[in-house]
């Protein structure tokens, strides 16, 4: 076991920043300290097995994506990153846990399926990882195994308002979930958008002949993400479950949590990168087929609406808890390329596991939030709503020896050929240049990364048992 020693950087957390020096012994913090301070009785530098001289620089909990899609299969194929590439890919930019879905389809026990997941992930992850389970078949048995697999710390539940036939769940199954999520203490994730009406004007939509990448955006209007998100909130109402609405892209759909939160409701809402920096106009609507590349539900949404300044405002305002990315990551040959001549059949997802850290740290430079509020939506907000705080998302004795040595003087550009790491032909975010660095990652005090090189190893990371949520009102 080895102790490393952190000096002479600017310790951030979600509610201040100060120069401290931090010691972790083993896997833990073992200290956080005024720099020269001789409380623990010894020269830490010299009785450090490594010392990172972190001067200028930021000491940063590590990241918590608390939203990603491994080696999903999805549309006639599956997400491209597995769970070894996909992780040390999120470690390359500074995140140090993940949580994962299994996904329980129809016919299946959520107990098999949770099994299954663990399968694909065990031994493979370069940081550390949990699961959420989706209930993609809401009956007694489904709900009966709910509370079993929140004694084996899966203490979250996804449910779906779209994609009917596949994971699609009425009001009345939502009802049942939400009263199950709120008798045990869990969290109910809701993917919400109107899926019946949205399935008509896809159908009308390619009857019309309209069938390129852009008319993905067009066929899920926001009037769909708000009324859906409405009805959620209003369910979560009836059944006192606490309610966490999953990659909002509309800004009227986050007026509606905005709104319940005033009013005192258990309502979080999770936003991503994509949506704060891509739009329908410049993304989806590239010419030819390539705005299959940001194929993504929710949708990009329009830049002329002002959706994405509206969501930034809404991280300041505290109503946009968490920012994950929904990495479920699939190259244009072969995967996206499905859908050439039907939009409706190009797999939906963006992947950005490796850049949600650096995207948002830009929000800072560009002076959209505060450097202790990139932390607070990227690293302890996401450990606190989903049972992982304090061993997760902040720098504290006792806390898991996960740190990020951030230079915002660094520079990083994003690209294939760049930064990217993650199995993909194409980078959502090409030519996007960072005004910041992941210099050094440590996962439980090992470092992983320093120096332009990885430094982990696959099955370094472990599965963490989650509690029930830390984060409601």
């Not at 920043?17 to 200290?31: C, K, N, Y």
């Not at 050439?340 to 939906?348: A, E, R």
Request: charged share 20%; hydrophobic share 40%; proline share 3%.
């Amino acid at each position: 076991m080895s102790r490393v020693f952190i000096h002479g950087g600017t310790v951030v957390s979600a509610t201040g920043s100060q120069l401290l020096d931090v010691l972790i012994d083993g896997e833990t913090i073992a200290a956080v300290i005024q720099p020269g301070s001789t409380v623990l009785g010894a020269d830490l530098a010299a009785n450090a097995d490594v010392v990172i001289d972190a001067t200028g620089k930021y000491v940063i909990p590590g990241g918590v994506d608390a939203h990603t899609h491994m080696q999903l299969p999805f549309g006639g194929t599956e997400a491209s990153d597995t769970f070894e590439i996909g992780t040390r890919a999120a470690a390359w930019g500074g995140t140090t846990t993940i949580v994962d879905f299994a996904v329980q389809k129809l016919g299946e026990r959520v107990q098999d399926s949770l099994a299954a997941w663990h399968g694909k992930a065990a031994g493979q992850c370069a940081i550390d990882y949990g699961f959420h389970q989706i209930v993609g078949d809401v009956n007694a048995e489904s709900l009966k195994g709910m509370a079993e697999l929140v004694s084996e710390g899966v203490s979250s539940f996804k449910l779906f308002m779209a994609y009917p036939g596949v994971f699609y769940s009425d009001d009345g199954q939502i009802l049942r979930a939400m009263q199950t999520a709120g008798d045990l203490g869990a969290v109910l994730m809701m993917h919400a958008e109107n899926g019946i009406a949205i399935d008509v004007l896809i159908e009308q939509t390619l009857q019309r002949g309209d069938t390129a990448p852009y008319f993905h955006g067009t066929s899920r209007p926001w009037q769909l993400e708000e009324e859906a998100t409405h009805r959620a909130i209003m369910l979560a109402q009836v059944t006192g479950a606490p309610l966490y609405v999953v990659h909002v892209s509309a800004k009227q759909a986050l007026e509606q949590i905005a709104q319940a939160r005033g009013n005192g409701q258990n309502v979080f809402g999770e936003t991503c990168p994509q949506y704060l920096y891509l739009s329908l106009e410049e993304q989806l609507g590239a010419p030819g087929f390539e705005g299959a590349k940001w194929v993504c539900s929710t949708p990009l949404r329009a830049r002329a609406e002002g959706h994405q300044d509206e969501l930034w405002r809404y991280i300041r305002t505290g109503d946009v808890t968490s920012v994950a990315t929904d990495h479920c990551p699939f190259c244009m040959k072969d995967q996206k390329e499905l859908g050439i001549g039907d939009f409706s059949k190009i797999p939906n997802g963006i992947g950005g596991v490796e850049h949600r850290m650096d995207l948002m740290f830009q929000g800072v430079k560009d002076g959209r939030i505060s450097l202790e509020k990139w932390v607070e939506v990227c690293c302890t907000t996401p450990a606190r709503m989903f049972g992982m705080y304090p061993r997760k998302g902040v720098i504290s004795p006792g806390a898991d020896g996960d740190v990020v040595i951030y230079d915002p003087n660094g520079h990083t550009s994003i690209g294939v050929g760049k930064t990217h790491r993650m199995n993909m032909d194409h980078s959502a975010y090409e030519g996007f240049d960072i005004d910041g660095h992941v210099d050094t990652v440590l996962s439980r005090g090992r470092v992983i990364i320093d120096g332009g090189q990885y430094l982990g190893s696959t099955g370094h990371g472990r599965f963490v048992k989650r509690g029930l949520s830390q984060n409601l009102i």
